[in-house]
């Protein structure tokens, strides 16, 4: 029997449907539904590594986990990640494919549109409800021909389709109106109810323009979702920077690099929410502060990123930190841009052959054109520096990079050894550590993830800086946020409506 869908569909990029899926999930889940996500194509730079060592969005995974289930590369069959304005890399069924100019890409859409059909199928075969995520907008009709990520997928599907819109950003009836009137009569037969989602404030004032809305669209507006506090849900590429800082006096202040091509930013949004924690992202030399840490994080285009570094002057402004004290820590792409040189002989990433790191570590890195994607289990092997009050202990991570660093035999150390599962006897070392311990560098994110790790860590580094110790605060993880999630989802939406929706798709 083929699975029920139901699809999210917003007004625009970034109004909340990768939130309002999960939570569908949840719903789902909680309501005795075997229930899987998916999304045919995701343009995200966050990515994440299944069991079986494949590359997938990591807004599916969020919304596995919250169905309960393992994330699998058939929720998102395509995953394009940018590397320049107009080339990304395409990773088809969880392995780079192609690397591509904008304009191309289109050119293969009917082939990929068979692979995503075909991962559909799949999972509709093995659950009783899929939820489909649209991206971007259904309503670019310069794409309408050649989109296979919002109406190609529903009208496939039958799916019947929930229209999200933004009211935090201002002009949501406009948005949710215009992009009706811009949809196919048979688009808009699947457009069944709409969403008002991220509102603040007083919700009798908005009422007069949902009856008004009702009239214009002869929909149902199916709930509004108020702006959530108190939780975080990981979004495709949000670097959390709305969030509220925690500048209190005695916080650790962490400076986070934010790369033009900046990847895997999820690695440090449990890091933000720790108590007497101020992380923020900086851009230019103005903005770094004066910080207790600077990471320089992943970057799917390492070079590039790294002359982004010395044309901003922050390149010389972390190593003239450095030098006074500050330490930093590098993660995957920022690891490779700490060490002397990057080499990159079969030109996998840019033009240059070579190019000189920031040579805080005595590291060598060689690209090559296979990609690591895996799974791992770390322990830290060290206890200097910045390790001194982790040693010992052991974290769960992935690993997504092309190319490998090598220490040429300097004073740089290995930091820690890696396992391919907690089983595993096979290991291997990974990352670098300077000769006092204050520059870390490591291939793998996650690398905060591990509540115990992360505290002790922070800890150590409050010692450091002979900062006051904090009590860590509980905060929202797993399975906890997800199911908050579903409970104020099921306080703000018509469920009983959206049943009725879901159980008029043809099976």
């Not at 998916?38 to 969005?57: C, P």
């Not at 259904?138 to 039958?158: C, F, K, Y």
């Not at 285009?301 to 330490?327: F, Q």
């Not at 220490?407 to 990352?431: I, Q, T």
Request: with cysteine; proline share 5%.
């Amino acid at each position: 029997m083929s699975a029920k869908v139901i699809m999210v569909q917003g007004t625009g990029s970034s109004v909340g449907k990768s939130v309002i899926a999960a939570g569908l999930c949840r719903i789902f889940r909680q309501d005795g539904w075997r229930v899987s996500p998916y999304k045919s194509q995701n343009m995200a730079l966050n990515s994440f590594v299944t069991r079986d060592g494949k590359e997938m969005g990591r807004a599916q995974v969020v919304q596995a986990q919250a169905a309960g289930i393992e994330p699998q590369v058939d929720m998102n069959p395509i995953l394009i990640k940018p590397e320049a304005d107009s080339r990304s890399q395409v990773v088809v069924m969880g392995k780079p494919a192609m690397t591509i100019q904008a304009r191309d890409y289109y050119k293969h859409t009917p082939e990929l549109l068979k692979t995503a059909v075909q991962a559909l199928e799949r999972l509709r075969a093995e659950y009783q409800i899929v939820v489909i995520e649209g991206a971007g907008s259904p309503a670019e009709i310069n794409l309408r021909d050649r989109e296979i990520v919002n109406m190609r997928i529903a009208l496939h599907a039958r799916a019947p389709v929930l229209l999200v819109g933004d009211i935090d950003k201002g002009g949501v009836f406009a948005s949710l109106v215009g992009t009706l009137a811009l949809l196919e009569p048979d688009e808009k037969k699947l457009v069944r109810g709409l969403i008002i989602n991220k509102f603040r404030g007083d919700i009798s004032i908005l009422e007069p323009g949902l009856v008004q809305l009702e009239k214009i669209t002869g929909l149902p507006v199916l709930g509004v979702i108020p702006y959530f506090r108190g939780f975080v849900i990981p979004e495709e590429d949000s670097l959390l920077g709305e969030r509220e800082r925690d500048t209190s006096a005695g916080s650790l202040r962490i400076a986070v690099v934010r790369l033009p091509r900046i990847s895997n930013s999820t690695d440090f949004e449990a890091l933000q929410q720790e108590t007497g924690v101020n992380l923020y992202y900086v851009e230019t030399v103005s903005e770094i502060g004066n910080p207790h840490l600077i990471i320089i994080p992943g970057s799917k285009t390492t070079v590039a990123d790294l002359n982004y570094l010395r044309s901003s002057g922050l390149a010389g402004e972390i190593i003239n930190r450095r030098k006074k004290g500050t330490p930093v820590v590098g993660i995957c792409g920022g690891f490779q841009m700490l060490g002397t040189r990057i080499l990159d002989p079969g030109h996998v990433e840019s033009v240059e052959s070579e190019v000189a790191g920031l040579g805080l570590l005595d590291i060598t890195t060689t690209f090559t054109r296979e990609k690591r994607t895996t799974q791992v289990h770390a322990r830290v092997v060290s206890a200097k520096g910045l390790l001194a009050n982790v040693a010992g202990m052991s974290f769960e991570g992935y690993e997504i990079h092309m190319g490998h660093s090598h220490n040429p035999g300097g004073d740089s150390e290995v930091p820690f050894m890696v396992h391919k599962g907690r089983e595993s006897a096979e290991s291997h070392p990974d990352g670098a550590l300077n000769q006092d311990g204050m520059v870390v560098g490591t291939y793998i994110h996650g690398f905060f993830d591990d509540a115990s790790f992360r505290q002790n860590f922070l800890k150590g580094l409050r010692r450091h800086f002979q900062l006051p110790p904090v009590e860590s605060r509980p905060f929202l993880t797993g399975d906890d946020v997800y199911d908050r999630l579903a409970m104020e989802l099921r306080k703000s939406l018509n469920l009983p409506l959206i049943y009725e929706i879901l159980d008029s798709c043809p099976l």
